[in-house]
Nanobody
Framework: QGQLVESGGGLVQAGGSLKLSCAASGLTFSLYTMAWFRQAPGKERELVASITTWSTNYAASMKGRSTISRDNAKKTVYLRMDSLNPEDTAVYYC????????????????WGQGTQVTVSS
């Protein structure tokens, strides 16, 4: 059974940066697409970025301000976010699904518990 544990969230001033980490266990990590989602209060959860072993994908809201990366040896996926603004305040979730299985964009098999990111103005 796969488990995902996020870390790195916190309080940051507008214009600042944060790097989130998500450590996976119980998965053949290299065979999984990893993703970061976020959910702000009163809003639906939305995709921020996803990464396979060979490609990355970014949502428009964070494109150009975020970088997703992975270390297959450490079974960890990262999300670096720059030029943060208060609208980026949300709980950020890590998610995983097998790369070989085609699913709807937001359907993932495993989810972390989330890490809070708060951007102050």
């Amino acid at each position: 059974q796969g488990q995902l544990v996020e870390s790195g969230g916190g309080l940051v001033q507008a214009g600042g940066s944060l790097k989130l980490s998500c450590a996976a266990s119980g998965l053949t990590f290299s065979l999984y697409t990893m993703a970061w989602f976020r959910q702000a209060p009163g809003k639906e959860r939305e995709l921020v970025a996803s990464i396979t072993t060979w490609s990355t994908n970014y949502a428009a809201s964070m494109k150009g301000r975020s970088t997703i990366s992975r270390d297959n040896a450490k079974k960890t996926v990262y999300l670096r976010m720059d030029s943060l603004n208060p609208e980026d305040t949300a709980v950020y979730y890590c998610a995983a699904r097998p790369t070989s299985i085609t699913r709807l964009p937001n359907v993932y098999d495993y989810w972390g518990q989330g890490t809070q990111v708060t951007v102050s103005s």
